[in-house]
């Protein structure tokens, strides 16, 4: 072996050199450690790349509207069913909040939901979820049981049930599938058991538990379609056909039994204030 040249895998400490009398193999290091030494630390977890930063961007938004709304805003932006025809409804009815109690939930849940989510599939396909869920969810409510609805929770339980499909096409792939699993598992059972209870009992402040299951069953289905698999498979195809079949069924049905529903009912809703006749969301 040529002196000058260092063994592969080492490179040459700066004391060594042709000429150096002590054995040279004190003098050499390891080039996996040497990489390893000058490697940059890894990102915290609050670095902007690990944030939410998509469903941060929606909730300041919400906030904002919160602080500057007025009663006639509220009462243009919010779902009325006499007033179905107006598209933009189905959309900025998840900006309008009862008070900041029921503003705070919504925030807070879906940061939440999102966090994992965001880091794992992307921005992107996380927010389009979250839109999709809060239309379909008031979409379903308006079709069962015609009301104000006002509120995000619609696009935050289509966050929470999106989990179990990411879970579903990633399961070998994710480190604490168990812990996950659970976790939804509970959250899911904690809050059926709680609306069922709170829409029997007729308690204050109205719930509309059809936005909410609509909204899950959208997260749960676009998942299947919109989630990225890191470890493809034959089921992946039988996933994306699933989901987008079950989604495609229930969303025209919603829009066929709406414009019939817009034909047979009075417009006299909307003369309601923003408290009366409203289901939270």
């Known amino acids: 072996m040529n002196p000058c040249l260092p063994e592969e895998g080492y490179v040459s400490s700066p004391a060594s050199t ?4 002590v054995d040279e193999e004190k003098f050499l290091v390891n080039r996996f450690i040497h990489k390893t030494i000058t490697k940059q630390p890894h990102n915290k977890w609050y670095h902007y790349q690990n944030l ?3 469903i941060f961007s929606v909730s300041i938004c919400q906030i904002i509207f919160h602080i500057l709304s007025t009663p006639a805003l509220n009462k243009f932006l919010r779902f009325e069913p006499s007033k179905r025809y107006e598209i933009w409804r189905y959309v900025t009815y998840m900006l309008v909040h009862d008070d900041w109690s029921h503003l705070a939930l919504n925030v807070v849940i879906q940061c939440i ?3 994992l989510l965001e880091l794992n599939q992307g921005r992107l396909r996380v927010l389009a979820i979250y839109v999709l869920g809060g239309i379909t969810g008031v979409l379903g409510a308006a079709c069962i049981h015609p009301d104000l609805v006002v509120g995000a929770s619609a696009g935050g339980y ?7 499909a990411d879970l579903m096409l990633n399961y070998e792939t994710i480190t604490y599938k168990l812990y996950r699993a659970v976790s939804i598992g509970t959250l899911i059972l904690f809050d059926v058991v709680y609306d069922i ?3 029997c009992s007729k308690r204050e402040p109205r719930v509309s538990w059809q936005a909410h299951f609509f909204g899950g069953l959208t997260g749960m289905f676009l998942g299947l379609v ?3 698999c890191k470890k493809p498979n034959k089921t992946r195809k039988v996933f994306f056909s699933m989901g987008l079949t079950f989604y495609l069924i229930f969303v025209i049905s919603f829009i066929v039994l709406t414009v019939q529903i817009g034909r047979c009912t009075s417009r006299t809703v909307s003369t309601y204030p923003l408290h009366r006749n409203t289901y939270l969301c």
Do not use: E, G, I, Q
């Open 158 to 164: 289509s966050l929470l049930l999106s989990n179990v």
């Open 113 to 115: 939901f999102a966090s």
């Open 52 to 54: 939410p930063l998509a």
């Open 197 to 199: 209870v709170h829409v």
């Open 18 to 21: 042709p000429d150096t009398s």
């Open 226 to 228: 919109l989630f990225r």
